[in-house]
């Protein structure tokens, strides 16, 4: 059985609905560059503007809280 994992790039009106239709059925990580997008409440807000519940976009604000960190140890471990 093929397993899928998807990230989408940018949480903004093109990329959270699709975020959102694609967690549905895959596991799914969704990213942004700018934190406007990535706010929790900025993104409770579009979630439920566009019908879905904000437990599951919540978890993308905690997964940008750890990218920083996470792209630091991939620079150190190259060094």
């Known amino acids: 059985m093929i397993s899928y994992r998807i990230a989408v790039m ?3 009106y093109v990329g959270l609905p ?3 239709e ?3 059925q895959y ?3 969704g990213f942004d560059i700018n934190p ?3 706010d929790p409440y900025y993104l409770v807000h579009n979630a439920e503007k566009l019908g879905y519940h904000p437990d599951v976009i919540l978890s993308v604000r905690h997964v940008n809280d ?3 960190c996470f792209e ?3 620079v ?3 060094l």
Request: net charge positive.
């Open 22 to 24: 694609f967690a549905n």
């Open 18 to 20: 699709q975020f959102l």
């Open 27 to 29: 596991p799914v990580m």
């Open 66 to 68: 750890f990218i920083a």
């Open 36 to 38: 406007m997008r990535v």
């Open 76 to 78: 150190y471990a190259r």
């Open 72 to 74: 630091q140890n991939l």
């Open 10 to 12: 940018g949480q903004g």
